[in-house]
């Protein structure tokens, strides 16, 4: 990690940028592939798939033996911490479901707004060296809880055809309908244009890679729904003097080896602890079997020590990170503070990777300063909102002169028409 001690503000855009990746191309290569998705279908997927994954699929879909089978193979211990997590998510986006509520605007006009749950959504789940089985819990719970009918989850097979078994427990825990062994662009192509059994959604859901992450962004223009832009993982850690740095170290870490591509912040009040945390980092790093992407990601990353209080906010505001990380004495204090965060972890004790797992909140959140504007998967995400209005005789009588003023204002006379028809209705009534 590079140390910088108080820097001042006009360079703070510079110092914490974000690490950028080869993108040559990269829209050009995706959009190749999801129009032949697009055109060619089940044959076009099967062919990304012998390509990039290696492997020849007799079937796409997960059959019901195959997740019995593999259910089988995941050990009791994992299954109950699977299931301790879920009935944690479950407890906290369950508790964010809203009532509806009619409103009387004007004597006689009444409206109201409705959640209804999106009909068919899409949930991708990354595989390869980290299965993340855990977002598979982030995904379809909120979906399951919202009243998703169709819950379709795509994952990468490894060579032998086959998905990790804590994926498809999980998937059968919390509901998912359908699985599919599908990765990649050719994954978010299906889920979004339809391929043989892969049915087409309305919004496609997870995190991915730089191809996957390019794919959802190109389908959102015009054919699917995403759940928010997004990019490599990244935390940041604000430390007084209070703050223990070898959980510091192993929060950093435990971002780190995402990828090498992820990025970590500690921003302190002292050169001190920076010193010490990065001692232990060196000492952690000796125990991690993926120590060689912690230390790529750890030259994407910095450390920054700011005289006050005042300013670490203001920094941390700026950078909007996915993950924040609280270690100071007053910490609900400076969390008051915070405007621009995906998620925010308080105290000496509350490790990220508690909101990674199993605490209830959810792992999937607005990366790359997104969290200046996008709010983290929540309930709402599997839902739209539908507004209804009611008028009586007495609401017309009332709101219409508004209205047709309104209308004529605006050059709008068939507008004004609709209301004027009803009000002479009522007068010749």
């Known amino acids: 990690m590079k140390t910088y001690i108080a820097p001042a503000p006009a360079e703070w855009p510079k110092l914490l940028e974000r690490p950028l990746f080869n993108a040559n191309d990269l ?3 995706v959009q190749a592939i999801l129009n032949d998705i697009k055109i060619e279908g089940e044959a076009a997927v099967r062919r990304y798939t012998e390509k990039f994954d290696g492997v020849v699929l007799d079937e796409l879909a997960v059959s019901d033996s195959e997740i019995e089978e593999a259910i089988a193979l995941v050990a009791p211990e994992l ?9 944690n998510i479950l407890r906290f986006h369950a508790q964010q479901a809203t009532e509806t509520r009619k409103v009387e605007t004007t004597p006689g006009v009444t409206c109201w707004q409705k959640a209804v749950a999106i009909e068919k959504v899409g949930l991708y789940i990354p595989g390869g060296s980290a299965p993340l089985f855990s977002t598979v819990l982030m995904l379809a719970l909120p979906a399951k809880i919202a009243g998703c009918k169709e819950i379709v989850l795509c994952t990468p097979p ?13 998937a059968k825990l919390v509901g998912v309908t359908k699985i599919f062994k599908l990765g990649g662009v050719q994954a978010i192509g299906a889920m979004a244009y339809g391929a043989g059994p892969v049915p087409k959604v309305y919004k496609i859901f997870g995190p991915g890679n730089q191809y996957v992450m390019a794919a959802k962004q190109l389908i959102s223009i015009s054919d699917v729904a995403i759940d928010m832009p997004a990019g490599p993982s990244e935390v940041a850690v604000m430390a007084d003097e209070s703050a223990n740095p070898a959980f510091i170290a192993s929060d950093l870490l435990s971002q780190a080896e995402h990828g090498p591509d992820s990025q970590v912040v500690l921003v302190a009040n002292s050169g001190n602890l920076i010193e010490a945390v990065q001692t ?6 000796e125990q991690l079997n993926r120590a ?3 230390l790529k990601a750890l030259d994407n990353s910095v450390a920054i020590v700011l005289d006050s209080e005042a300013e670490m906010v203001e920094l941390i505001n700026e950078y909007a990170p996915e ?6 004495k007053k910490y609900l204090e400076v969390a008051g503070k915070i405007t621009n965060a995906g998620s925010v972890f308080l105290g000496n004790y509350t490790p990220e990777s508690a909101g990674d797992y199993a ?8 990366t790359n300063g997104w969290a200046r504007s996008f709010s983290g998967v929540n309930l709402d995400s599997f839902t739209k909102k539908i507004t209804f209005q009611e008028i009586t005789e007495q609401g017309i009588q009332k709101l219409g002169p508004v209205i047709e003023t309104m209308a004529a204002a605006e050059q709008l006379d068939a507008h004004k028409n609709a209301v004027s028809l009803r009000l002479k209705a009522l007068t010749n009534d």
């Open 359 to 366: 605490s209830g909140t959810n792992h999937t959140l607005p």
């Open 158 to 170: 490894g060579k032998d055809g086959k998905i990790n078994p804590a994926i498809l427990f999980a």
């Open 27 to 29: 829209a050009g290569r």
């Open 79 to 87: 299954k109950a911490a699977i299931e301790t997590a879920a009935g």
């Open 292 to 294: 060689d992407i912690a």
């Open 280 to 285: 232990e980092l060196d000492k952690q790093l």
């Open 323 to 328: 993950h924040l990380i609280i270690s100071m």
